[in-house]
């Protein structure tokens, strides 16, 4: 009997306003994919369900998720099989700062080390993942689930994950745009100001504390960031206003997800009126949103 491999990995939400490529939090919202072995058939056949269908990568070695299948197998010495069919349903929405590249990634890694014997423990995924990601605030929640919270020493990644409880709700919206990492990391100055570096430090530092505490009503003073935000809300029309809104309509506090364009906003109530009210402001400005009511994904990637 064939036997189908099936990996879920969740979205995941980078630099949570001052945590710059180093927090990351898991969310709810959940990327499938399934690999079939077929033996006999000489090529991975790549099919694409929702969201990107119609634009990813329909060839298995151009494929990011096939990809990171072939970078397993040659870190580990194995082969791969031959033939197979590789399924990916996607809920996640491509290039909107919501972590799909690291979904492809690591559902691409879980199911690259359960074709070659599982022998991988979750740091040697993660470490493996960064390198082919590049950022671990993205890759490392989406591994080990929760508030992750990473740094790099000596070319590894090590990660603190801390489960956060569903009284805190993520709203996300993603408009219509696509926003590349790559060009929003070249909207960042090449060098900042002390002052803004000290300003960076007591901020994530106040708010990983007020999320481990559960302070909630102290999340906007944690989110405050002089180190991309600023930089990068001019490439998301009327993201300034978007996050006014949110905050109007009962958030706790709200900032870029990822690189962008989605905006997140956290809140414990009135989740369906600040989703509404982003949505319409990006409306107003001629701009399609779409939105989901989100909590924190605590388990992270796995082969279910
Ligand atoms: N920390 C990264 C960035 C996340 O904001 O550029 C995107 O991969």
Redesign the pocket.
């Known amino acids: 009997m064939t036997k189908t491999l099936h990996a879920q990995i969740p979205a995941t939400s ?2 949570v306003g001052s945590g ?2 180093a927090v990351g939090i898991a969310l709810t919202l959940y990327n499938d994919i399934y690999f079939t072995e077929e033996p006999g058939k000489d090529t991975i056949t790549v099919e694409i369900e929702g969201l990107g269908a119609n634009k990813l990568p329909k060839v298995f070695d151009e494929n990011m998720v096939g990809q990171a299948m072939k970078a397993v197998a040659v870190k580990k010495r194995q082969a791969l099989p031959k033939g197979g069919t590789l399924k990916l349903v996607n809920a996640i929405p491509p290039a909107r700062g919501l972590g799909s590249s690291s979904a492809a990634l690591v559902g691409g890694i879980l199911l690259g080390d359960a074709l070659t014997g599982s022998t991988m423990s979750r740091d040697e995924m993660l470490s493996l993942a960064t390198v082919l990601e590049g ?1 671990p ?2 890759v490392a929640p989406a591994i080990y689930g929760g508030l992750a919270v990473s740094v790099m020493v000596d070319g590894k990644t090590l990660t603190n994950s801390i489960p956060l409880d569903d009284e805190l709700s993520f709203v996300t919206v993603s408009p219509e745009i696509e926003i590349s ?1 790559e060009e ?2 070249k909207a960042l100055p090449k060098t900042i100001d002390y002052q803004n570096a000290v300003f960076n430090v007591s901020r994530v530092s106040f708010l990983v504390s007020s999320l481990f505490t559960k302070q909630y009503d102290r999340i906007a003073y944690g989110l405050q960031d002089k180190l ?1 935000v600023p930089y990068r809300l001019s490439l998301i029309p009327s993201g300034d206003l978007v996050l006014k809104k949110a905050v109007e309509a009962g958030a706790l506090g709200a900032t870029i997800s ?2 962008g364009s989605t905006l997140i906003a956290f809140a414990t109530g009135n989740e369906a009126a600040i989703m509404e009210a982003m949505i319409n402001c990006f409306n107003d400005h001629g701009i399609e949103a779409t939105g989901h009511v989100l909590k924190c994904s605590n388990e992270g990637a796995k082969l279910i």
Do not use: E, V
């Open positions: 980078a630099n710059f490529d950022h605030d993205n990492t929003a990391r991309h990822g690189s």
